[in-house]
């Protein structure tokens, strides 16, 4: 109890920082090298898939449906506050590490989501699955997948998604004055309409707000960028030098750089840590290699696209070297400095739009969840209301133990996804060898469950037609 004590109060952060570091990286290497690096040489396929996506499955959940709801949960309130804080305390360097663990991650992206869509089961006209349901059926070990439904349902679901809420609660207190009770209420409120009204209507939310936020403040970004178009070289230059300068490595700054930089990519795009298989087992495609690539390209998204847009934001403003602890406040004091007062303003539209978005697709990681636990519709309404009370919660209370505690059961969850998908990968590996084939002989590739030798427990992939055996 002490042990878990000590980790939950900061004792023990470090050292296990460093172990989920380790295992995050190793297996992003190995999936990177077992894959033939698939993030960089099918890049152009994930696009024209992401393309493909957007028609939808007017019965189902569309491929783009789906890579909007993980988006939905990976980009939040960490891709303003989370990178701004990493610069501040690492150094400009600290942004290079950040796109490297990026680069590597999404390899690990592409195994857990391909394993996902391979385990997935049928809900209706739609589908569910993740970590829990391929650790059961391709692991047989119906223990492991309870273990991490409980500690992603507690941990995205419930606490998350209080630490979401009360970052909206805070920045709209702070900019417009509102009442922080009438903001938990209405909060409370259209949580409570959305996810009562089950995944398809989660999917059409996170479909349009997804789009929405991150291209508002991309297209800020680049405004600052363009009309700052001649600092450019200097800012990478700064990024680079900071990342392997003589100086940094004196000082100790390059590990400060290294650590923070890593950091911030890991938690931020969440890659191998299983929570964004749950969204990508929801699509109707015809082979799981196309929901992988897709669940790829969304840590590309993530971290090289938006948290880089707020690293460029505080860069090109010089705050950089400001002592301001609070992410949102130095982010919000750099917008002001290139854009004017109305900034502040944008920037609370703009947490409250990533921070509820986290919320809807956090809740829905924890829905699917429960149902692997125990299908029951009283289990789920009670579950429902947890989360809308914990949403409310958030709003009003501090959220420090929370947050550590979440901090936590994430890390033991990523520990048990890591293993599961390290067992697993083969898998992973034959269904991408399957698909590459089917595209050489100019095919649009479709998965049955004999394409991959030995393939037991499978549930939503039919059988190959006797002529195609």
């Known amino acids: 109890m002490q042990i878990i004590e000590n980790i939950i109060n900061g004792t023990n ?8 570091i380790i295992l995050l990286i190793g297996s992003g290497l190995y999936f990177s090298i077992s894959t033939k690096f698939v993030q960089f040489r099918m890049f152009g396929e ?3 898939l992401m393309g493909e996506g957007a028609t939808g499955d007017k019965k189902g959940i569309s491929s783009f449906q789906a890579f909007c709801i993980s988006t939905a949960s990976r980009v939040g309130t960490g ?21 490297l663990i990026a680069l590597i991650g999404s390899a690990s992206a592409f195994v857990e989501a391909t394993l996902a869509q391979i385990y997935k089961v049928k809900d209706g006209d739609t589908f569910r699955g993740g970590p829990a349901y391929y650790m059961e059926k391709a692991l047989n070990a119906r ?8 500690l992603i349902s507690l941990t995205f679901g419930l606490a998350f998604n209080s630490v979401q809420a009360n970052t909206i609660t805070s920045s709209l207190n702070n900019s417009f004055g509102i009442s922080k009770a009438l903001i938990a209420v209405v ?11 089950g995944l398809k209507r989660i999917a059409k939310v996170a479909e349009w707000m997804v789009p929405v936020m991150a291209g508002a403040y991309i297209l800020i970004a680049l405004y600052i960028m363009v009309t700052n178009i001649t600092a450019i070289p200097g800012v990478f230059k700064l990024i680079f030098e900071s990342a392997f300068g003589f100086k940094e490595a004196a000082s100790g700054a390059f590990a400060a750089a290294m650590m923070n930089g890593i950091k911030r990519g890991l938690f931020s795009n969440e890659a ?12 109707s495609v015809s082979h799981p290699v196309k929901q992988g690539l897709i669940q790829s390209l969304g840590v590309f998204v993530d971290t090289l696209v938006i948290c880089s847009a707020t690293a460029f934001i505080i860069l090109l403003s010089g705050l950089y070297t400001s002592k301001e602890g609070n992410g949102i406040v130095l982010t919000q004091n750099a917008l002001e400095g290139s854009l004017g007062s109305w900034a502040g303003i944008f920037l609370a539209v703009i947490v409250f739009l990533f921070a509820f978005s986290s919320v809807v697709g956090n809740y829905y990681y924890g829905e699917s969840n429960i149902e692997f636990i125990k299908n029951n ?8 209301i947890a989360v809308v009370g914990m949403v409310a919660f958030g709003s009003l209370a501090e959220l420090s133990f929370v947050w550590n505690l979440a901090d936590l059961f994430m890390g033991l969850m990523a520990i048990i996804n890591l293993i599961a998908i390290l067992l697993l990968g083969k898998i992973a590996f034959s269904a991408l060898k399957d698909y590459t084939k089917q595209k050489a002989n100019g095919q649009n590739p479709v998965f049955y469950k004999s394409n991959i030798k030995g393939l037991k427990n499978v549930e939503a992939w039919e059988e190959a037609p006797s002529r195609e055996r």
């Open 13 to 20: 952060t470090l050292l296990w920082s460093y172990i989920l």
């Open 46 to 48: 994930m696009f024209r």
């Open 79 to 99: 891709n303003l506050a989370g990178v701004a804080i990493a610069i501040t305390t690492g150094g400009p360097g600290a942004v290079f590490w950040m796109w």
């Open 143 to 150: 223990w492991m997948g309870i273990t991490f439904a409980v």
């Open 187 to 197: 909060l409370a409120g259209i949580t409570a309409i959305i996810i009562f009204g």
């Open 272 to 283: 191998g840590m299983g929570s964004a298989p749950n969204a990508a087992a929801t699509a």
């Open 377 to 384: 519709k009283a289990v789920l309404t009670i579950y429902r």
